[in-house]
């Protein structure tokens, strides 16, 4: 028995109660076929150990040719990143794997996600992977470029807050 006939008959919904549902919850049934949609592609590209998970960064996480992903499902035709706030990208740096997008219209395309943020986004996740994985030497040339140090200031707030102080010590 499907699950509108089980509405129907296990709970006597009218038709009219059913469409009132459906039509209520239709965002959220979007967005469990997008992802079921999307697990079906990413088997066909080989990954394994699919996994939904329900996190601030990512939808799913698999596995292909030994290597951890985690990947954001987006169902959207502006650009898929560019509500990714600057708390956001910091979580994104944490992640021991690649982060990947998959966009899920027109047609499905995975890309990695650093690849497809814009120009400052990507200059602040670079600064958050590395300080947050203690490459200081690398954080230390990566903040002599001006263009950088000007970008990573911009976000001062949310940058003391994620790696609570450790930024003075660098700049300095």
């Given amino acids: 028995m499907n699950a509108l006939e089980l509405l129907k008959e296990q709970y006597g919904f009218s038709e009219d109660e059913i469409e009132y ?27 394994v ?14 596995e292909r040719d030994g290597n951890k992903y985690f990947i954001e ?13 600057a708390y956001k990208l910091a979580m994104i740096a944490k992640l021991d794997g690649t982060h990947l997008t998959l966009m899920m219209t027109p047609k499905p395309n995975l890309v990695i996600t650093e690849e497809i943020l814009s120009e400052p986004k990507k200059i ?32 001062d707030k949310v940058v003391l807050s994620t790696l609570h102080g450790t930024l003075e010590s660098l700049t300095t």
């Fill in 124 to 155: 602040l996740f670079n600064f958050f992977r590395l300080a947050l994985n203690n490459k200081n030497d690398e954080l230390k040339k990566f903040l002599e470029d001006e263009r950088n140090k000007k970008i990573v200031r911009s976000y």
């Fill in 73 to 85: 499902v987006k169902a959207t035709k502006r650009s898929p990143t560019k509500e990714y706030s």
């Fill in 49 to 62: 150990n699919i996994k939904s998970v329900d996190l601030p960064t990512h939808d799913i996480e698999a």
């Fill in 21 to 47: 549902a459906i039509d209520r919850a239709k965002g959220i049934i979007m967005g469990f076929a997008m992802e079921y949609r999307a697990r079906l592609v990413l088997e066909s590209m080989n990954f």
